[in-house]
């Protein structure tokens, strides 16, 4: 099978293309070549989606069965790709974000639920992406899926991850944790050593991808790992299995750490506190073939991969991500004194 990749070389496109490849399919990915390197043996296409005349030169005497679009944020620019392409290719599968809902992650969500309103043709430039707000990020993302829908009338997947780990992982979180935790110490762990989380393992996500493909599986699923697959506990227990550290894990509560005002998300990666957090329903990628392989796997190999390639590669989310020493100290020094 033919597939065009619209990005490819940073995280989840990539993995999806060296997925892909590995498999046999004929892959062509599309992007500026600016980040990342291209996956070898794979057909590279140079060009800027946000330029009309790149987007021409890519479908120019060009067809392919499917597209995997990872690089849309911005509607309007979405929706010139998805035109151009409705005429080159069979399906579109678009890679969406759990954060379309408005409701989450106050509350528990499903494909059911409300999602932002955003036209298909808003306009903007993704230049900046990696600095929007999550409603910012998530309105777009729903304005993308709709010129999707427009363009391609059924034969569309969408998908809408939670948080994606595992090898290659660009954003700054398990990395963060596993860095973090290699330095040994006493550890602030944030919250509930129990309570349960969601992270992915990009590939089970990019075999889900290629198994709706494959089959022809269309229509709108989040992704995450069921509920109760793993807890917080779980996580940095395996970074400390995996690293050979003598962390001390200290938990602090969360009712602490709200009252310290400490950044949700990021300063601690990951920690989270409103109820729907970790309670995305994805029973129905479930059955409709998604697998999820134990944290300790996606803990291990994403460790592996950051002692062999010395660090993720630069994203500006990155600066978002964990707490100063200093802060992490101070935090405890309180926590102790309480
Ligand atoms: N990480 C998570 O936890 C998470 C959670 C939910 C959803 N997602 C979604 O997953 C996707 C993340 O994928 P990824 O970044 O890892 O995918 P990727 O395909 O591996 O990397 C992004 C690609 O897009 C290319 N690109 C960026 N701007 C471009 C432009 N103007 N024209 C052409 N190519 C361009 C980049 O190359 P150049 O810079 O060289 O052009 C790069 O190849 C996003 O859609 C994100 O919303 C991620």
């Given at each position: ?8 070389t940073?995280f ?13 399919h004929q892959?062509?990915?599309f992007?500026r070549?600016?980040?990342?390197q ?12 946000e ?5 021409l030169?890519l479908?120019?005497?060009r067809?392919w069965?499917w597209v995997?679009?990872?690089s849309?944020y911005v509607?309007q620019i979405v929706?010139n790709s ?7 290719a069979r399906?579109?599968?678009f890679l ?14 499903s494909?059911d639920?409300?999602?932002y309103?955003?036209?298909p043709d808003t ?6 992406e990696a600095n ?6 998530g309105?777009?993302?729903a304005?993308?899926?709709?010129a ?6 059924g034969?569309?997947?969408?998908l809408?991850?939670g948080v994606i780990?595992?090898?290659?992982e660009n954003v700054?979180r398990?990395?963060w944790w596993l860095?973090?935790?290699?330095r040994?110490g006493?550890v ?12 992915i393992?990009?590939r089970?996500?990019?075999a ?5 493909l494959e089959k022809?599986?269309t229509?709108t699923?989040?992704?995450t790992?069921?509920k ?14 995996v ?8 938990w602090?509560?969360?009712?602490f750490?709200?009252?310290?005002k ?11 506190t409103?109820a729907?957090?970790w309670?995305?329903d994805?029973a129905?990628?479930t059955?409709a073939g998604l ?12 460790y592996?991969w950051?002692r ?11 600066a ?5 020493p200093?802060r992490?100290?101070e935090?405890?020094?309180l926590?102790d004194?309480?």
């Amino acid at each position: 099978m033919r597939l065009l990749v619209l990005g490819g070389t940073r995280f989840v496109g990539r993995a999806l293309v060296e997925q892909a490849a590995a498999l046999g399919h004929q892959v062509t990915t599309f992007n500026r070549g600016r980040t990342g390197q291209d996956v070898p043996g794979v057909e590279a296409v140079r060009g800027d989606r946000e330029n009309a005349a790149d987007l021409l030169s890519l479908v120019d005497g060009r067809e392919w069965d499917w597209v995997v679009d990872t690089s849309g944020y911005v509607p309007q620019i979405v929706g010139n790709s998805v035109r151009l392409l409705s005429s080159r290719a069979r399906a579109y599968v678009f890679l969406s974000t759990v954060s379309v809902y408005p409701g989450w992650p106050a509350e528990p969500v499903s494909e059911d639920s409300e999602t932002y309103e955003c036209a298909p043709d808003t306009p903007g430039t993704a230049e900046d992406e990696a600095n929007w707000t999550a409603a910012q990020y998530g309105a777009y993302k729903a304005g993308c899926e709709r010129a999707v829908q427009e363009a391609f009338e059924g034969q569309v997947t969408i998908l809408r991850p939670g948080v994606i780990l595992g090898p290659m992982e660009n954003v700054g979180r398990l990395t963060w944790w596993l860095t973090r935790i290699t330095r040994g110490g006493r550890v602030l762990a944030p919250g509930d050593a129990g309570k349960p989380i969601q992270p992915i393992d990009i590939r089970d996500l990019t075999a889900f991808t290629l198994n709706c493909l494959e089959k022809g599986i269309t229509g709108t699923f989040n992704l995450t790992t069921p509920k109760e697959h793993t807890t917080f506990g779980g996580l940095l227990n395996a970074c400390r299995a995996v690293t050979g550290s003598d962390a001390e894990l200290t938990w602090v509560n969360d009712e602490f750490l709200v009252e310290q005002k400490e950044r949700q998300w990021t300063a601690i990666p990951l920690w989270r506190t409103p109820a729907g957090t970790w309670a995305v329903d994805s029973a129905k990628a479930t059955a409709a073939g998604l697998t999820c392989r134990p944290i300790e796997e996606t803990v291990r190999d994403t460790y592996a991969w950051l002692r062999e390639s010395g660090g993720p590669l630069a994203y500006d989310r990155q600066a978002h991500h964990g707490l100063s020493p200093e802060r992490e100290r101070e935090l405890l020094e309180l926590w102790d004194r309480r």
